[in-house]
T-cell receptor, first 114, second 112 residues
Framework: AQSVTQPDIHITVSEGASLELRCNYS??????LFWYVQSPGQGLQLLLK??????LVQGIKGFEAEFKRSQSSFNLRKPSVHWSDAAEYFC????????????FGKGTKLSVKP | DAGVIQSPRHEVTEMGQEVTLRCKPI?????LFWYRQTMMRGLELLIY????????DSGMPEDRFSAKMPNASFSTLKIQPSEPRDSAVYFC??????????FGPGTRLLVL
């Protein structure tokens, strides 16, 4: 079945440390891939997206993500986390050839220690 | 750009009452989506419209839920009668063509 998996429900990192949030998908063909961030009490904001081309995608707020076809993964990274990055992060996909509906993972909550 | 606008931001009501959530999409966007977010089920697509026409409402939980889009700049999601299990955050999102979806700030609904 088609699915998006974020295996980590909650991650805690120290401020200044590096971050990697995992996302795996299960689709017949590579879907369009997205990462959204949701700060407490807020809506979802797009961090970055991958449609085709360069597999390393740069986004806002210093985030990047790398598409790895062999691993069906689209992991989100940031070299140095700031306290303001504490939020929930959602990986999402749109199946190619579909009507373009986003399918979301369950989310990963990021906490940042001082 | 004002972004997607939702109202109210918070709603507290009693079981059995009618609830109406409102959404104004970004100008020029021709698709509109309603989502529900709960701790248990995460983000779920309820319904989406394309050019004001409902395309897929398979995510609507039951007949108590209805959605309309009378014009390109306004949509409503109605729950009648409301139940405590409807308590959630409801998001509206809009999109132009097959481009990125942009989300509103959400409506936090609590049904007592």
């Amino acid at each position: 079945a088609q699915s998006v998996t974020q295996p980590d429900i909650h991650i805690t990192v120290s401020e200044g440390a590096s971050l990697e949030l995992r996302c795996n998908y299960s689709y017949g063909a590579t879907p369009y891939l997205f990462w959204y961030v949701q700060s407490p009490g807020q809506g979802l904001q797009l961090l970055l997206k991958y449609f085709s081309g360069d597999t390393l995608v740069q986004g806002i707020k210093g985030f990047e993500a790398e598409f790895k076809r062999s691993q069906s993964s689209f992991n989100l990274r940031k070299p140095s986390v700031h306290w303001s990055d504490a939020a929930e992060y959602f990986c999402a996909v749109v199946a190619r050839g579909s009507q373009g509906n986003l399918i979301f993972g369950k989310g990963t909550k990021l906490s940042v220690k001082p | 750009d004002a972004g997607v606008i939702q109202s109210p931001r918070h709603e507290v009501t009693e079981m059995g009452q009618e609830v109406t959530l409102r959404c104004k999409p970004i100008s020029g966007h021709n698709s509109l989506f309603w989502y529900r977010q709960t701790m248990m089920r995460g983000l779920e697509l309820l319904i989406y419209f394309n050019n004001n026409v409902p395309i897929d409402d398979s995510g609507m939980p039951e007949d108590r839920f209805s959605a309309k889009m009378p014009n390109a700049s306004f949509s409503t999601l109605k729950i009648q009668p409301s139940e405590p299990r409807d308590s959630a955050v409801y998001f509206c999102a809009s999109r132009r063509g097959l481009e990125t979806q942009y989300f509103g700030p959400g409506t936090r609904l609590l049904v007592l």
